[in-house]
């Protein structure tokens, strides 16, 4: 994926004033330095990605600890699962989309044995240029069935370094999806401090519908949320769930809107919906993710717009439901 080029010269780098926004890949190097300048237990390894999972810092700092087992997924998991057995913190830095063919290893040597592997989870969600092979649409809902895991959704650049912290400090399997390339530009810490495991965030207060946003959509439901004066929750882990603050979201609004990057079927709406209905609550529910069809290549920005996952697109989906929703009231009014 060399990104665009003219084919008469190569690729062309166009000058700028404006600074480059460090990517989420970036994020996730630096912070696999610092963490194991901190702790000399963490080990790395990579299926023959360490530029494209931003290990070539790592690989250059730490040689002895750093681990390419080339293009085999299943036995990069093994390995990570049989030196946790041993006493180290292993890190798997493998984008979402080939996680998929080490999942019986996922289940069988990590997740059986219940042991700390943190797996950064690269091209979670749409990957733009890198197209529909690429595109990581089925990690929420393949690794929320597993017990001994969980499952984390940064959502900019700020939040994905401190829950990688929060990862790598749980004694269980944890996953951490990210998207490709830049976020909106958080300022960006230091420190390797995490964040509380399992909790949500509320970012704005409003009033009748409320919009559960997992991952980087947050800021497109935060723009969607100023015309309907809805409340917006940053839910920062799909599993575990914040079932406290779900319930008490659902009992101060008349419906709820979730808003993942992954397919619907199985993804963080559906266990919004689980525990509802396992509480008895009976709520209008608008489930928004990625849609039942693959996405073409395009730039991300295209991509999200063509699964209806950016502002406009958000508003057309939920504008008319929350609309239909009222009708019943207003008609009930006037009689």
């Keep these: 994926g060399p990104g665009k080029f003219d084919p008469a ?4 780098n166009v000058a700028s004033n404006v600074p480059a926004k460090p990517t989420f890949t970036q994020i996730f190097g630096q ?35 750093y681990h390419d087992v080339g293009i085999a997924e299943q036995h990069a998991v093994t390995f990570a699962a049989g030196i946790a057995c041993e ?3 292993p890190v798997v830095a493998i984008y979402s989309t ?3 063919r080490a999942y019986d290893q996922l289940i069988h040597d990590v997740a059986l044995q219940n042991l700390p592997v943190v797996f950064a989870l690269d091209r979670a969600g749409l990957v733009g240029a890198d197209g529909p092979t690429h595109a990581g649409m089925y990690d929420i809902a393949f690794t929320r069935c597993i017990p001994n895991m969980s499952i984390a959704c940064p959502a900019d650049e700020a939040e994905c370094r401190q829950l990688l912290s929060t990862a790598y400090a749980q004694d269980h399997a944890v996953t951490v999806r990210y998207p490709r390339g830049a976020g909106v530009g958080a300022k960006i810490g230091t420190d390797l401090e995490p964040l509380p495991f399992g909790k949500a965030q509320v970012r704005r207060e409003g009033h009748g519908t409320a919009l559960l946003a997992f991952g980087p959509l947050l800021y497109e439901a935060l723009k969607v949320a100023e015309t309907l004066d809805a409340t917006v929750v940053n839910m920062r882990f799909i599993k575990p769930l914040d079932r406290e603050l779900v319930l008490q979201v659902a009992a101060s609004h008349r419906a709820i809107v ?20 396992e509480a008895g609550v009976m709520l209008p529910l608008h489930l928004i993710g990625i849609p039942d069809r693959y996405i073409e290549h395009g730039t991300r920005e295209e991509c999200l717009a063509a699964a209806g996952l950016d502002a406009a697109g958000l508003t057309a989906q939920i504008e008319p439901w929350w609309r239909g929703l009222q009708e019943p009231v207003r008609r009930s009014a006037g009689a």
């Design 9 to 12: 010269v190569g690729i062309v």
């Design 31 to 65: 912070w696999l330095c610092d963490m194991a300048a901190h702790d000399e237990r963490l080990v790395a390894i990579t299926p023959a990605m360490r530029e494209g999972s931003g290990m070539v810092k790592f690989s250059q700092q730490f040689p002895e600890r």
């Design 87 to 89: 006493g180290l913190k």
């Design 98 to 100: 080939f996680l998929q």
């Design 258 to 277: 979730t808003v993942e990057e992954n397919a619907i079927p199985g993804g963080a709406g559906a266990a919004v919906a689980e525990t509802l209905a």
